[in-house]
């Protein structure tokens, strides 16, 4: 990365550290996963025992707690994996994403690249994630400190625990702390003075990219859930945990989204009310005119026949036909205006969240109630 950068510009801690492997990032993620997760494990145990049967049943003892059938044990282990991956892989596409959105916010800003740097200037911040790592690597380390030292019979083994362990921690709590700041980031700028976009110009007064980016981290977010879901969801514990954070990313996704429909329904409300000031200031133009009052005015310039229009009267008329065309327009505009939505997304992006949460929950339930049953 190029020296300076700050904020969503600046790699995090975990890219620099498979940036270190000078391959492509997502093939420095597939190596890591192995390495860090159950195939590593694996590896780490058939060194010390040469038996591949009973380093397969160690790491599921490790990672899954609990005697599964083959096929159930390998699909968690096989998620866990990919779950790895996809959080590796997640940091760098989430930060990146947040870097290409950068111009579309920026025309909204009132202080511009300031306020963007500023909303997001912890995104690649190494201590929180790290530190919270820390704090849970010792709390489950402490309880499940008799799982771990059954698993660490010899050198490799315990090389595995001391560095693949850490490494779990780091990169979930980097993942979670990026989507975190982010959404914090979106919910900082939406409190600003933003310059909105006419709705003639965009109906969602240029907000639109907000709703999006908020989506595009919650559903990240959720589809790490959901992958996590299978293989730890096996008691009412876990599964608690699971909901709380579903529960926790939902309040997350929505919380920059109930400033910015604030500031839409206001902005809709005073194109109403514009709208209405100019209607009455036509109508009232109407009350008191003559083709009002009394049909087409016959009148004189002080020249010609009394009894014929004047250039006056067809100037009148033409007055009076645009002011009419122009209630029209103002018409049609409001009706724009009430349809106009008021929050920063469409239906389709409602209709993707509410899916992407019902699988989420639905994989939780669904693996609880499958080991309840003796099926797992």
Not at 104 to 111: G, V
Request: hydrophobic letters at 50%.
């Amino acid at each position: 990365m190029v020296a300076g950068l700050t904020g969503p510009g600046k790699a995090t801690a975990i890219e620099n550290l498979l940036s270190a492997l000078k391959i492509p990032y997502p093939a420095a993620c597939v190596i890591v996963a192995l390495l860090i997760g159950p195939g590593g494990a694996i590896a780490a145990v058939y060194l010390e025992s040469h038996s591949i049967v009973d380093a397969y049943a160690k790491t599921t003892a490790l990672f899954l707690g609990a005697t599964l059938s083959p096929a159930s044990s390998f699909v968690g282990l096989f998620l866990l994996s990919l779950s790895l991956y996809y959080i590796l892989y997640g940091v760098q596409y989430m930060r990146l994403r947040l870097v290409r959105s950068r111009q579309q916010l920026l025309s909204l800003l009132p202080n511009g690249e300031g306020d963007f740097e500023k909303a997001f200037s912890r995104v690649s911040s190494t201590w929180p994630p790290m530190l919270l790592a820390i704090a849970l690597g010792f709390a489950l380390g402490a309880t499940a400190f008799l799982q771990l030292s059954s698993f660490a019979d010899g050198i490799p083994t315990t090389i595995y625990l001391v560095f693949a362990y850490p490494l779990w921690f780091f990169a979930l709590f980097t993942f979670v702390w990026i989507f975190v700041t982010a959404i914090r980031g979106l919910y900082d700028l939406g409190r600003l003075q933003l310059h909105l976009k006419p709705f003639s110009e965009d109906r969602m007064f240029g907000l639109h990219a907000f709703g999006s980016l908020a989506l595009f981290f919650s559903a990240i977010y959720f589809a790490g859930l959901a992958l996590i879901a299978y293989p730890v969801a096996d008691s009412p514990i876990t599964v608690t945990v699971l909901l709380l954070f579903v529960g926790f990313g939902l309040f997350l996704f929505l919380l920059p989204l109930f400033a910015l429909h604030e500031k839409m329904s206001s902005e809709k409300y005073r194109e109403r009310l514009k709208l209405v000031q100019m209607s009455r200031g036509y109508l009232s133009r109407f009350e008191e005119s003559s083709l009002i009052e009394s049909g087409f005015p016959r009148t004189h310039d002080g020249d010609g026949d009394p009894d014929s229009p004047s250039e006056a009267t067809l100037a009148d008329v033409r007055s009076e036909i645009r002011a009419l065309l122009a209630i029209q327009a103002i018409e049609i505009n409001r009706r724009e205006v009430d349809s106009l939505p008021s929050w920063p997304f469409d239906t389709s992006i409602a209709s993707r969240i509410t899916a992407i949460l019902l699988a989420v929950i639905g994989a939780i339930v669904a693996r609880y109630v499958q080991i309840l049953l003796g099926i797992g």
